[in-house]
């Protein structure tokens, strides 16, 4: 393969997922579309890059700084919601429920892939924590995202704080005889009084 | 979600086979990843579409006018290959078994699709066929490659050339039980004397 297209395809294959042959299509993607077609692909690039920062409050990614959340006065500022990343708050978001605050953490434990505490958006946690009265831990029902949250819980256990963690269950929707153990399991524990 | 990570995940969504999930996935890689790291894709995809020209002859890509393998005086100019594509020429190219000259159609016959014979690169056939003897297709093996195929031999029989198609049968450490009817036939009719 002719050197230009060589260094096209090993950019595309630091993108999340892709090997490769998808890298390759790609490069060839590239070559084939039309100059004002890579021009605004290249300038949202650097547009995304130029303009949207982490806010130094929650670590959410906006345009404004702080971010529109939590500059927002008309949400409770006594409650903040733990997500692993940003497309779980917008997931939260969507929804319409909650009208508190976020704090990304940019991850989850995780030790085999060297994660630690360290690298998570901890810090920052500890320090908003004067006026909270609720932490809801929203990191996914993974083995990762428990072991998170019980890191999450001890190092709060000391403040006097409410701390909760969103609800595990058979999705709604879904099949009680093909949910899994774990999940029947969650979703007997957690049964609700109606 | 952000206008400039709607903008990006839009410019994402056109790159093939990409849906909504898998751009906005793309789109937070961009946001997370390092300047050095966004100006070496920015100038890879820049570099790529200034440096690689489709060749006026095979129409494969290249640095070169013509192409390496049009300007190779060691290659045998009495046989064109016929591809669908350049990934194909690639491939083939790999073989190292394979010594003549190219022709990249761009595409293949596929009138649902809107790809008719005005689409392809089959006006520049016709026009280097000039001291060839043989023409060998190695359009893909699908509906839409063998109708180009025949159509292909249909326009060039008037001329003194012979034509070829690539073998179709069992694939090399393929399974007899597995295989399809159609692949089964094909590797029967095209059955050699050993």
Known sequence: M???LITLTEAFKRFPGIGQKQAERFAFYILKSSEPDMENLISAIEDAKR???ACPICCSYSEKTPCEICSDDKRDKHIICIVENYTDLLA???TGKYNGLYHVLMGVLSPLDGVHQDNLNIKNLIKRLDGIKEILIAT???VEGDAT???LSQILKSREL????IAKGIPSGGNIEYADEITLVNALDGRKEI
Do not use: C, G, Q
């Open 92 to 94: 939260i978001e969507k």
């Open 149 to 151: 949250a019980i890191y």
């Open 162 to 165: 409410k701390i909760t963690r």
């Open 140 to 142: 996914n029902p993974t």
């Open 51 to 53: 303009r949207i920062k």
């Open 2 to 4: 002719i050197k230009p």
